[in-house]
């Protein structure tokens, strides 16, 4: 016996008592919710919530969901009335009542059926709420929507209803929460939704995408490189991937990889433009020159205004000839020089601003070929 009334004694202890001003409080508060006064009863109970012995009260908390879920469900009717109504406070009231069920369910889980019930009805305007912030621009309130959707899934209040197996709305959000991560220039948040979003297979291009941004801005060279790797697998003609891989393979020198991904690339496209233009380069930085001028010959044919790949042919045909013994093979050097010779004042014709490029090159040309009137031209231009 004397332990039993020990134990009930450590009881009442623990147990959160509210004191008579603050009984009087909250009853104050339940007759505001009573007369729909709702506001005015979520100022009395966080009030009484500042008192960290009231948080530990479900009573307090029942009061607080009812006035603010009171405060929801007048605002849906405003909005349903097209009556004035902000609709930034009508969709955070769906998130204030969520956290209050949450924090509810944990003090007192005899509530859930029923919270739960209601939050699951509620829970499509956290979504609704992160697009509402999204059109709006504010990235950062519309990532807070998102992630509250997504959470829902974890959360024991709502396990009846297997979010995480049977919401098939869960990758949307997830995309829409990491474009919102990327928007911020949040590298963190872009990554933190990152395997689920990918389950949207309809903008899994883009998270992909946003995936290496966020990879790039951790300077984390090894996962930056395998994202783009594998965006480029799975969508080699999203236009992201290929150029920043082709830039990556060549900056650091492993022309054979960029020769790879440029063969890859035309298995899918052989009439691209962009992936001819890259195995060309490629080609012409491997010394493999006759195959570069292959396929820049093929490129100026397909598209006689793209620019590149006659400084690339230009350029093969220069090199060829500077290989070349000049005692020996004369007549085969003074040949390349005129062969490149059309291309690169092509080149010029096109790209006049570009000086630094072709003024050098067309000075060679000119000087092997004794061309007097055009070499002095570009040797003024090139003294000034």
Same mark, same amino acid.
């Given at each position: 016996m004397k332990q039993l009334l020990t134990t009930l004694l450590l009881l009442l202890m623990i147990t959160p008592c509210l004191t008579l001003a603050q009984k009087k409080e909250l009853s104050q508060a339940r007759s505001s919710i009573k007369n729909g006064k709702y506001a005015e009863a979520e100022k009395t109970v966080t009030t009484l919530l500042k008192d960290s012995v009231n948080r530990q009260n479900k009573r307090v908390w029942l009061a607080y969901y009812d006035a603010v879920r009171g405060q929801y469900e007048q605002g849906n009717e405003k909005l349903y009335l097209k009556q004035q109504y902000d609709t930034a406070t009508f969709f955070a009231k769906v998130r204030q009542m969520l956290s209050i069920a949450e924090t509810l369910d944990s003090l007192a889980p005899e509530y859930r059926k029923k919270h739960a019930a209601?939050?699951?009805?509620?829970? &499509?305007?956290?979504?609704?709420?992160?697009? #509402?912030?999204?059109? *709006?621009?504010?990235? /950062?309130?519309?990532?807070?929507?998102?992630?509250?959707?997504?959470?829902?899934?974890?959360?024991?209040?709502?396990?009846?209803?297997?979010?995480?197996?049977?919401?098939?709305?869960? &990758?949307?959000?997830?995309?829409?929460?990491? #474009?919102?991560?990327? *928007?911020?220039?949040? /590298?963190?948040?872009?990554?933190?939704?990152?395997?689920?979003?990918?389950?949207?297979?309809?903008?899994?291009?883009?998270?992909?995408?946003?995936?290496?941004?966020?990879?790039?801005?951790?300077?984390?060279?090894?996962?930056?490189m395998e994202t783009l790797e594998e965006g480029f697998r799975r969508f080699p003609l999203f236009p992201y991937f290929f150029p920043r891989l082709m830039d990556a393979y060549t900056s650091q020198g492993q022309y054979d990889k960029a020769l790879a991904l440029a063969d890859s690339a035309l298995a899918v496209n052989d009439s691209s433009e962009l992936f001819l233009f890259a195995k060309s380069t490629t080609l012409l930085r491997m010394e493999r020159y006759a195959e570069s001028i292959r396929y820049s010959e093929q490129l100026t044919k397909k598209n006689p205004n793209m620019a590149e790949p006659y400084f690339n042919a230009g350029t093969a045909y220069v090199n060829i000839a500077a290989r070349l013994d000049e005692r020996r093979y004369k007549k085969q050097m003074r040949q390349a020089y005129q062969k490149a010779l059309p291309y690169m004042e092509n080149y010029r014709r096109l790209m006049p601003k570009e000086q630094k490029k072709w003024a050098p090159v067309l000075y060679r040309i000119y000087l092997n070929l004794n061309m007097g009137k055009q070499f002095d031209e570009i040797d003024k231009l090139l003294k000034k």
């Open positions: 209601e939050q699951h009805n509620f829970r &499509p305007n956290l979504f609704n709420g992160g697009s #509402y912030m999204l059109r *709006k621009g504010k990235w /950062a309130e519309a990532f807070d929507y998102y992630e509250a959707y997504i959470d829902c899934a974890r959360q024991p209040l709502f396990e009846a209803y297997h979010y995480d197996s049977l919401d098939t709305r869960l &990758p949307e959000a997830a995309y829409w929460a990491t #474009y919102c991560g990327y *928007k911020q220039q949040d /590298a963190v948040l872009t990554l933190r939704h990152r395997h689920l979003a990918l389950k949207d297979t309809a903008k899994a291009d883009f998270t992909l995408q946003f995936m290496a941004e966020a990879r790039k801005w951790l300077h984390d060279d090894e996962l930056y």
